[in-house]
């Protein structure tokens, strides 16, 4: 089993920035990638970057050059380092965990909201 916990969502002007947080515990040992979603209103949850165990990164085309996904192993914590957001971005945040095992793993969510 693997918990999720999501930080670090809010409320911010276009142009602006703000750092997600995935906090992870339990048999993290077991996890080959961990990935941001988002889902808006009325649409589907779709990938936003993508972490592997071996650090190789991967982002969707709507965010490259603006988005960072990292890393602190000793934290067992994934960031998502959001800048120049626009109110496209406005969404809830999920992050997911993939296991050795085939097993997935969501955490909460945490809402990040754009105003023009």
């Known amino acids: 089993q693997v918990q999720l916990v999501e930080s670090g969502g809010g409320l911010v002007q276009a142009g602006g920035s703000l750092r997600l947080s995935c906090a992870a515990s339990g048999s993290i040992f077991s996890i080959t990638s961990i990935s941001w979603y988002r889902q808006a209103p009325g649409e589907q949850r779709g990938v936003v970057a993508i972490i592997t165990s071996v650090g190789s990164t991967n982002y969707a085309d709507s965010v490259k050059g603006r988005f960072t996904i990292s890393r602190d192993k000793a934290k067992n914590t994934v960031y998502l380092q959001m800048n120049s957001l626009k109110p496209e971005d406005t969404a809830v945040y999920y992050c997911?965990?993939?296991?050795?095992?085939?097993?997935?793993?969501w955490g909460q969510g945490t809402q990040v909201t754009v105003s023009s």
């Open positions: 997911r965990v993939i296991t050795r095992s085939a097993f997935t793993y």
